[in-house]
Every structure is written in structure tokens, then in C-alpha cells.
């Protein structure tokens, strides 16, 4: 990801470029959000094979986004579109379930999303120590996660799918944080469309484990 953007002293973006960023970004956030949103409601009688393949199809939409993002926004932009609209179909049997059983927890588990992203969002913005350390931190604890998920199909542990949660929401806290920091210190607007992705995925993982948490106190 590379521009021209100018440095001060300190290694700090230019105040202009980096607001210019952040609206740019955060818009594709939303666009993105939106886009979701249609594919869910497209997806509505999905099945689960069908929602599988939607699900790797939207990730190879991520992978190919890495080498476009350095030669094209617009292309970048149009995959970034494409991947929301496809993770929206992955997850919409899981929304067409709560919103056909218990459609409250999807509304509690979009505000405490909002509230989550908003709050880490902004101390990874505004801090001016580097998050480095907290983001390979992060990176092997989301591995370790992903293992415990996996044990967790295999082998039941009491309160497993609570345990699995908060700790998803600790590893997000901490990615969303960075995640933010690096739109703040992002060297070029071409990185918009891929820290739109970073970031809409934080939000969308923390709104799943917020999903698994509300179940689990609707019960």
C-alpha cells in the first residue's frame, strides 16, 4: 500500500490525507454493511451447502483484494462490494434462524457491536503508542481461538460456547484497536478498501460473538 503521503517530524500522516482516509474507509464500512445486509436477505432460503461455498468464494474475494489493492481502488472496491454481498449469503441461514426464533437478540447484539467497535475503535485511533506488540498478540490468540473452537465440536466443555465468546471478544478488542490505528497511520488512500475489509470483519466477528452470548441468556 503505498502513496504519497507526506510525514512530519514524528512520523505522524498528514492531518488532511489521514481525515480524507478515514472518511473514505469508514464509508466503505458502511457500503459494505449495506451490501451485506442484501445478500443475507437474498440468502434467506439458502441452504447450508450453498451457504459454505458463499463463505469461501467471499474469502477468495479477500485473498485477491491483497494483490489489487496496490494497483487498483476501483477493483479493489468492486471485490470488496462482491465480499460482503457473499458473506452475507454464508451467514444468512444463521440470521434467518435468530430472526425467525428470537429476532430481540439480533437488534441487542447489532447496539453492542456498535458500542464495542466505537469504543476500541477510537482508543486504537487516538493512541499514539505503537500497537505492534498487541498485534501479534492478537494474531496468535486469534489461532488459539480458532483451535478451541475446533476442540469445541469435538469435545464438550461446560459453558464452552461462553468461555469461546469472551474470549472472541478479547482477541477482537484487541484487533480492532490495530485495526484502527493502522487507518490512522495508513501511507496511501489505495488501503481503504482493504482496511474497510479489516475492519468490517472485526465488527462482523464481534457481532457473531455477541449473537452466541444473547442465545445463551435468551434461553
Do not use: E, K
Request: hydrophobic fraction near 55%; aromatic fraction near 14%.
Amino acid at each position: 500500500m503505498h502513496g504519497s503521503l507526506t510525514y512530519g517530524r514524528y512520523g505522524v500522516a498528514d492531518p488532511d490525507r489521514t481525515r480524507t482516509l478515514f472518511g473514505q474507509t469508514m464509508g466503505l464500512v458502511a457500503i459494505t454493511a449495506g451490501f451485506f445486509a442484501l445478500g443475507s436477505y437474498a440468502g434467506r432460503n439458502l441452504t447450508h451447502g450453498a451457504a459454505i461455498v458463499a463463505y469461501i468464494a467471499a474469502f477468495v474475494c479477500l485473498l485477491i483484494m491483497r494483490f489489487t489493492v496496490r494497483h487498483s481502488a476501483t477493483a479493489s472496491t468492486a471485490l470488496l462490494l462482491v465480499f460482503g454481498v457473499l458473506i452475507g449469503l454464508a451467514l444468512s441461514p444463521t440470521l434467518t434462524y435468530y430472526a425467525a426464533t428470537n429476532p430481540r437478540i439480533l437488534w441487542q447484539a447489532g447496539g453492542a457491536t456498535a458500542l464495542f467497535v466505537a469504543a476500541f475503535g477510537t482508543i486504537g485511533y487516538l493512541t499514539r503508542r505503537n500497537l505492534f506488540w498487541l498485534a501479534r498478540i492478537s494474531f496468535f490468540a486469534l489461532l488459539a481461538l480458532i483451535v478451541f473452537g475446533l476442540v469445541l465440536v469435538f469435545v464438550r466443555i461446560p459453558h464452552g460456547s461462553l468461555i469461546y465468546s469472551a474470549i472472541g471478544l478479547v482477541v477482537f478488542a484487541g484487533l480492532t484497536m490495530v485495526d484502527f490505528q493502522r487507518l490512522r497511520r495508513s501511507q496511501g488512500l489505495n488501503s481503504a478498501p482493504l482496511l474497510a475489509a479489516s475492519i468490517f470483519l472485526d465488527a462482523l466477528n464481534v457481532f457473531l460473538f455477541f449473537l452466541r452470548i444473547f442465545s445463551r441468556q435468551g434461553r
